[in-house]
């Protein structure tokens, strides 16, 4: 059976830019301080930006996330 994983959609705003949002996938339902600055540099964006928003978007396969409508 094919590893479940946990995807969550981070959203950042930081003055002078348009907000900017990133999808991460974890092994575990936890949105934790380090996995906030991971997302933060994945985007390339301060650590001061403000975090707008964080969802869930559901526990699924790697094969569900990028082949299910």
Do not use: C, D
Request: hydrophobic share 40%.
């Amino acid at each position: 059976m094919a590893k479940k994983f946990y995807y969550f959609n981070v959203s950042f705003s930081q003055s002078g830019l348009e907000t900017q949002s990133v999808i991460v996938k974890h092994a575990t339902p936890r949105m934790t301080h380090l996995r906030l600055l991971e997302a933060q540099t994945s985007l390339g964006i301060r650590v001061n930006s403000a975090t707008i928003g964080v969802s869930f978007l559901g526990k699924m396969t790697e094969k569900q996330w990028s082949e299910e409508i």
